[in-house]
Structures are given as structure tokens and as C-alpha cells.
DNA sequence: CATGAATGAGACTTCATTCAT
DNA sequence: CATGAATGAAGTCTCATTCAT
């Protein structure tokens, strides 16, 4: 099978050039930024000639929609596939929210959510067609967190009214918020820890009704306790600008 | 007074020729992106010469320098004042969340937070200073939140033990991420919708012993409540006129 | 005297600012050169606005020629005093020497000559009436020089037959050749001995008898010279071609 | 062989077209100065895009500098190569003297020695290294002058005791402060007359019992001593040679 | 006379992309 | 398929000079 043996070990080859354009560009570009990334940097950085790299992508353009590709496809798979061998809302949850986390940081790739965002608006940079498919890429992932919640409602877990897009946009948002943080302090038990902070409160809010198991023996009394002080520290405010 | 008449209607110019500049600049990075706005495009706009532009800040990046800074003196400075006049925890959140978004809604200025970002990570656009410098501004900003948090729970009615930080990413991130999709659709009603919907998972996450309770026990509590609020705005009013 | 008065303290405060613009630019134009001194810089430096530095001199090339003129003025009236006062020629020549060493060096106007020769050239820069202007200053300036020789010729201690222009363009040359050696290290003996070290073999040569015999002994010792050379370049031919 | 004849003319073309570049630089840069010499102008006098001129020269200073290297690399062949095909050492000198002069006025490159002495003393221009590099190639240009005086004083016609660094000044200095004379008249007559006034008042001045009242008594016999000795030698080499 | 805001031409350089080899 | 020389448009920024105040 000299032909096919041969034909193999081209596209074998080819293949990995491909990747190693798209490695090395996803490096710079979450390294240095978009702009900043000249096409020459990334040729010498995948150890190509500056055509090779216009040969697999037409684009520089192109290629930063390959790299968001790879990297959505990277992060839906994991979420899929974590979220099936974890059952309940609260563990899936902790987990989106750590697979998340951990990809973004793994290559410092925020930049890469960043320019999403910015390239997504940004006019000049994308024809409608394009900007959509990023768009649909990012509701593929996003909606991994809305079957967890339908899931969790459905098993009775959740209260069934909750308002869905908001709690997704807190829980992305947040943690996106808050990467910039623990850029740098990497290690695995900050990762862990921020991802329950930024989950805990998120999760309380969803329960049915709330979570009143709390010690709710204070409320009544002390919030009345309270409501005196405030105007006593009122009236003694009252008193001083009027003497 | 020739001179001093004089001087002024200089002094006025000068400021609104700098005023003009700072507008378009923002309107078109706002429009645009950075990157894509070329300070020629910038002097057009704002009806000078370019030379003029680099006359009143000494570098592009020293214009979106000060854009950023004028957005962050508006934004905090609405936001301390609004805050000032509304004395409950939730309404305060509320407040800041529709402000938040109102101010960046206005002049499209979503991409200003976004380059903040942007520039705040990479690392070879700003020096140590300039980036701590923003840094500076989204610290005293966001603080407000913390202020706010504190209040109540010094007040009672928000539990102690909250995760300020997570809960400050959880508000500010959440925001920002849902932004996007109401880009457009700018109407009133959306934004104070969306806003609800943002506040209230976190608001209810932060009460003291959940919020089991709260259908019954709201009409005495939140009577005696909104009147603790009525005698401290008018203590605070009464104060400052007596200042 | 009111009106003298006061246009004698205008004219001093005039005379006062022109000095400090020419000060100032001719300071730095020494430290980083003509193209690298805005004058904006020079204007700052003097502590003038721009447009008071156009007030005085029409054009930044114009205050060059100033500032030449002056440094001119300064190198030949120096000299010219210095050398009434020494009888040797040896000695005027290290003065004249010294003098002109000190001078450059002073406030490291070196850049200053550099420029003249410079500009003198580039046909952009000078038109030929300002170009004729510079070489006038230095050829006034330079003549002192040719003065000082021809009175030790009628003195009868040089030798008449000397090639004037020649032994100027050694005395100067060689000056202001080695003179970027000696920037740094300014010290007054390292100055004294360059000078000596420069003038001494020019001195020597200048001195009547100083090649008298030549023309006799030359037959012998010349005619055995010849015959050496011949031999020696047959052998390092030879050597050459063997190796 | 079509592979490797594609490249020779690959090869060719591209160093036709960088010493295109260098000479339109070379030409414009002793014309009108560097820095009333655009890339623009260059690109155009080269016959190429601007882009192409910065894709062979990283910079202008870079242009520059590889000029420089250039003009050094001739200038110190043709003077070594000179020197070795003439014995004497006055013979020599004038070789030196003329080499200099016509590779200087060749291609009005008188600019070119301006500029680096220019850029040589102005510190904003050049970093440590760069200038250092144009130091080292003076240095290596120049002590070729030294090596023609050493080996005249072993021969016995020098004077042992001569001040080398002062006479190299003297030497350079002189030729080139007569040169801006010279441009213009640029027979070859001219250049040879000239070059003797240069050299004859420093010659007189270097040898053996310059003027007379130094120990004069050495002189016959021991140049007719040394003579003998140099023959010797001579005879010696050749010995060797036809071994 | 003094100011300094305003100008706009032009400088150097970068960069994505093309195409002959 | 791979190369890298070539392009030229566009970008940011500087600067000498002018002129209204």
C-alpha cells in the first residue's frame, strides 16, 4: 500500500502543522493580545514560513474564529461529558463552574473570552455570519447550564420559576469577573474554593422555598430589636441638627 | 473686567475642545474598538486636526486613559449619590445594578469596561502604573457595592458571614455579561426588568436565615421598616441643610 | 528720566531673553544634537513660550547661525587677545591651540563644529548666502592662525616656503580629531599635554634648516634604500606565492 | 542542476536589490544628510517599496550602519591591500592619505564620516553596542596607520619616541578637515598635490634626528647598520622561499 | 511684546496578504 | 504544498511655524 502509506503520513503531517499554527497562535494571542500578535510571530512560533500560515487559514481573522472553534469546542465537550458522570445540581454545578475556570486559566487563555467579546462587537472585524457562529457556539455551551437547572427542577430539587437567563448570566459573569483575580495565584485549592463562593450563593437562591431551615428563630424578634435602634440612632441624629 | 472675560471665554474653549475630543473618542472606541479607531478618524470627528489631538493628550492610549476616568468619576459618583438617597439594602442594589447599565447602555459604552479589561491584562500595552491606576478607579467603584452589603448587614438584615468578594463578581460580572444581549433593545422597561432579575437571586442568597419566612412576616417588619427608612432620610436631609 | 528709564529696562529685559533662548538652545543643541532638539525643548529650557522663540529668531535654522555666530565671535576675539600677549610662535600655537580645545570642550560644543561642517554641506539646509556666512566666520577665524606663521616667517624662524594651508588644516584637524577623546576626561593637564602632543610635530616641521641637508645626503642613503625595498618586496612575493 | 540554479539567481536578486537599497541610502545620506533623507526617498531611489527597504534593513539607523560597515570594509581592504605592495614608509603614508581621500570623495562620502562622528558623540542616537561597533571599525581603520609608523621606526627611519595617537589625529584630522576644499575639484592632480602638503610637514617631523639638536651623531652610520641588517634579513626569506 | 493653541505635512514603521519560485 | 520576498496602505506621533488674543 505504498500510495495510501504515503497519502497517510502527508496528511499526517499536515495535520500537524494545522496544529501547530493554531497552538501557537492561541498562545500569543492569549500571551500578548490579538492586535498584538503579528502573523510573522505566530509563523516563527509554529516554526512555519509566513505563507504556510495564510495556506491552512485564509485569515489571521480566520484562524482567531478556528482557535475559538477548538477552544468552545474544548469546553463544551468537557462540560458534556463531566456533567454525565456527576448527579447532583449543586456537584454539576461546582464542576461547570471549575472546568470553566480551569480551561480559561490553563493557557491564559482569558484573553480568548475577552476578544470573543470584543470581536463580537466590534463591526468592522466580523461580518454578521461569522459574529453568529461564534454566537451559536457560545449558546451550545451556555445552554450545558440551563440543562442542569431543567434537570434539577425537573427532579423537584429547584424552584420551578426561577428566572433562567439571569442566573446564567451570573454564573458565567461571576466567574469571568472575578478570573482576572486568580490569574497567577493558580493553584488548585483557590480555584476550588472561589468556584464554591461564586456557586454558593447562586444555588441558595435557586432551592425551593429558599432554605428556611436556617435558625429562623432570631428574625422576628431581632429585626424588631434592630428597627428600635435605627430610630433611636435617627432621632439622635434628628435631635443634633435641630439644637 | 476685559481680561478676566477674556481668559474665560478661552478657558471655556480650550475646555470644550478637549471636551469635544474625549466625546468622539469615546463615541468611536465605543462604536468601533481601540484598535480600530485611528486618531485621524478621532480628529475628524471631533472637528480638529490631529496634531491637535496629541496637543490635548499626549498619546492614544492617554485619551482612552482619560475616557476611562471620566467613566469611572460618572459612574461613582452616581453611584454614591444615588445611594445616599435610598435608604434599603435590596434598593440600593437595585439602584446600582440599573445605574451600572444605564451608564454604560448610554453612549454604547460597553466597549469602554471591555478595553479596561482588555488593556488591564495585556501586558504590553500598560506599564505598571497606568494599569494599577485603573485598577485604582475600579476598586474605589466597586467598593460602593461593599458599602452597601455592609450596611445591611450591620443593620441585621444580611447575613455576616457573606462572601463579599464573590458576591461583588456575582453582581458586577453578571451585569456585565448579560449586557450584551440588551444592547439594542434599550428601552426602559427591559433594562429595570433585567436589573430585577440579576438582584434578586444575590439579595435573596444574602438575607439573614434565608428567606423562609418572609411571605408572612414582611407586613409588621416592613411597615415598621419603611418607616425606619422615612425618618432616616429625613434625619439625613435635615442634616446636610443644617451642615 | 522716566521714559529712558523704562526703555532701558525693556531693553536689558529683550537683550536678557535673547541671551537665555541662545543659552538655552546652545546647550542643547551641544548635549543631543540639532535634529534632536525641539524647540519646544529650547523654549522650556529658557523659559520662554514657543512663540517667544520665534519672536527672536525667525527659524530654528536662524538661531543656529546664531548661536555659530557667537561662538565664532567668542573663539576669535579670544584668540586674537591671546595672541597679542605671547611673543614665541611656538607658544602662540599652544595657545592658540589650547584655547580652541577649551572652548569646544567648555560646554561640550563639540556638536557645534560638527554641525557647522554638517550643515555647510547639506544643500537643503543652507541657502548659499547663510552657507558663505558660516565659512566667513571660519575663515576670519582661521586666518589668525596663517598670521601667526607668517609673522615667524619674517621673524626669520620659519621656514618660507611653508604650505600654509596644509599645516591649517593639520593644526585644526588634528585639534578636533582627537578631541572626542578627551570629552570626559576635561582635566586641565590631560588638555595641556594633547596639545603639546599635537602641536610639537607640526612645530618641528615648520622650523627653517628643518629638511636643508636632505637634498644632499640623499644620494648614498637613498639609493641604498631603494635597493632594500627592491629586495624586500622580491621576497614578499616570493613569500607569498610559496606559502 | 535547476534547483540550484534557481537559487543562484534567487540568491543574486536579492543581494542586487539590498545593495540597491544601501546604494541609493549611501548616495541620498551623503547628498542631503540623514536626516533630510527619507525612507520614502530612498524606497524611491532604489526602486523599491518602502516596505521592502525595512524588510532588508530593519531600520534606519540599521541602513545606517550597515553603510558604515560598508564604507569601513573598503576603506580598510584597500588601505591594507595598498600597504602591502609598497615598502617605504613616506610612500606608504601618501598611499593612505590618497586611498583615504579618494574613497571619501568617490561618492561625496565626506557625509558619511560627518555623520558617524555625528552619531558617535550624540547619545540618544546610538546605544552603547551600536556605537561601539562603529568605534571598533575606526579603531581597526586607523591602527593601520599605526602598524606603517611602527614598522618605519624598526627599520631605524623613525623616531622611536614619536606620539602615535597625535600624529593618527594629525593624520586623519587633517585630511579630512581639508577635504570640504577639496569637493568639487576633484582632479586627480589636486588629490595628489594635496595629499603631499598633508603628509610632507608630518615625515619631516618623524624622523630619526628631526631637528638636528637631538643626538644627531647616529645618523649615517647606524641608517647604513640597519640597512645592512634589513638586507640580511631579505636574504634570508628568500632563502626560505626557494628552499 | 508674549503667549501657547492649532496646524498639517511628513517621518518612521508595522502588518496582513499575495505570488513567483 | 511551502516559502519568504515584496508590497503599500495605514498607523501613531513629532515638529517647526503661525496667529489670534
Not at 161 to 171: C, I, M, N, P
Request: net charge negative.
Amino acid at each position: 500500500m505504498n500510495i495510501s502509506e504515503a497519502r497517510n503520513k502527508t496528511r499526517e503531517r499536515l495535520e500537524q502543522r494545522e496544529a501547530d499554527i493554531l497552538q501557537a497562535a492561541t498562545k500569543l494571542f492569549a500571551a500578548d493580545g490579538f492586535h498584538a500578535t503579528s502573523t510573522r510571530k505566530i509563523a516563527a512560533a509554529a516554526g512555519v514560513s509566513e505563507g504556510t500560515v495564510f495556506h491552512y487559514f485564509s485569515t489571521k481573522n480566520a484562524l482567531l474564529l478556528a482557535i475559538l472553534d477548538n477552544f468552545y469546542a474544548d469546553l463544551t465537550e468537557s462540560a458534556r461529558e463531566g456533567i454525565t458522570e456527576i448527579m447532583g445540581t449543586r456537584e454539576r454545578l461546582l464542576f461547570l463552574a471549575e472546568n470553566h475556570l480551569r480551561l480559561l486559566l490553563d493557557n491564559q487563555a482569558l484573553m480568548m473570552r475577552l476578544i470573543q467579546v470584543y470581536l463580537s462587537v466590534d463591526p468592522n472585524y466580523f461580518l454578521d455570519y461569522k459574529s453568529t457562529h461564534i454566537h451559536e457556539l457560545n449558546y451550545q455551551y451556555t445552554r450545558i447550564f440551563d440543562g442542569v437547572i431543567r434537570e434539577g427542577i425537573e427532579r423537584g430539587y429547584l424552584d420551578p420559576d426561577l428566572e433562567l437567563s439571569a442566573l446564567r448570566d451570573l454564573f458565567f459573569g461571576g466567574l469571568e469577573y472575578g478570573m482576572r483575580t486568580l490569574l497567577g495565584r493558580k493553584s488548585t485549592d483557590r480555584v476550588a474554593t472561589y468556584v464554591e463562593h461564586i456557586v454558593e450563593p447562586l444555588w441558595q437562591s435557586m432551592q425551593v422555598g429558599g432554605n428556611g431551615d436556617k435558625d429562623t428563630t432570631i428574625t422576628t424578634a431581632q429585626r424588631l430589636e434592630q428597627a428600635c435602634q435605627r430610630v433611636e440612632k435617627a432621632a439622635k441624629k434628628l435631635e443634633k441638627a435641630t439644637r
